[in-house]
């Protein structure tokens, strides 16, 4: 069984202020995604990423993905209200996918 | 291009009694795959569908059971239901196109009482 451990489980923060997220596993990850779920809805999809080392940015969200392939961070800059949700990360090895437990974020205005 | 719909969006069973939950996948997507998520929890892969054949199962029970369509929707079994079966149900498609790309349907919410 494959195990993604995120941290923190829950972090509350007030409008403005930066915030990073974890994922580890003791896994090499073939590749990592990160999804975000709102209450009431499924997961959706904010980035894939492959190669040891790589950031990619969507926005205010930076993603990287660890040189050795077995960790992987999201960091929000200036949050808002609108980033509140739970941050997943997800691997897919041999036609599964395994899901972390999550970071519940709650951005207070 | 139409999104993942499940349904019932909620349900209200009892132990022992049996459910069937039903998804429609995203126009185009072959694949389809199916989660258990408990309060608080990161969803649990249950197993995967894909040309009606499954082909990839997570640590489920066998009264976990499922079907894929010809026309690629899918339905989730669970026989027996017991208190800890209460959870969001999450339907997820995919393709080659879109990779390992899920697209995620809203869930089915099961409360087993």
């Known amino acids: 069984t494959q195990l993604l451990e995120q941290s923190p489980q829950f972090l509350s923060i007030q409008e403005g202020e930066n915030l990073t997220v974890y994922c580890n596993s003791s896994s090499v990850f073939s590749s990592l995604q990160w999804y975000r779920q709102e209450p009431g809805e499924g997961p959706v999809l904010l980035v894939t990423?492959?190669?040891?080392?790589e950031v990619k940015k969507l926005k205010r969200l930076t993603f990287q993905f660890g040189d050795a392939r077995k960790d992987s961070s999201l960091h929000i800059t200036a949050a808002q209200p609108g980033d509140t949700g739970l941050y997943l990360c997800a691997q897919y090895n041999f036609n599964k996918f395994y899901f972390g437990s999550g970071t519940k974020l709650n951005v207070k205005p | 291009e139409t999104g993942v719909t499940q349904s019932p969006t909620h349900l209200i069973k009892t132990r022992g009694q049996q459910v069937t939950l039903r998804c429609s996948s995203q126009?185009?997507?072959?694949?389809v795959s199916w989660y258990q998520q408990a309060l608080g929890q990161g969803p649990q892969f249950i197993f995967q569908?894909?040309?009606?054949?499954?082909?990839g199962r997570g640590n489920f029970p066998p009264r976990f059971s499922g079907l894929q369509f010809p026309n690629y929707s899918s339905e989730l079994n669970v026989n027996a239901l017991e208190l800890d079966d209460s959870a969001l149900y999450l339907c997820a498609s995919s393709s080659l196109s879109s990779g390992e790309k899920l697209f995620f349907g809203s869930g089915t919410q099961l409360s087993v009482l």
């Open positions: 569908y894909y040309r009606e054949e499954e082909n």
């Open positions: 990423v492959v190669t040891g080392g």
């Open positions: 126009s185009g997507h072959n694949t």
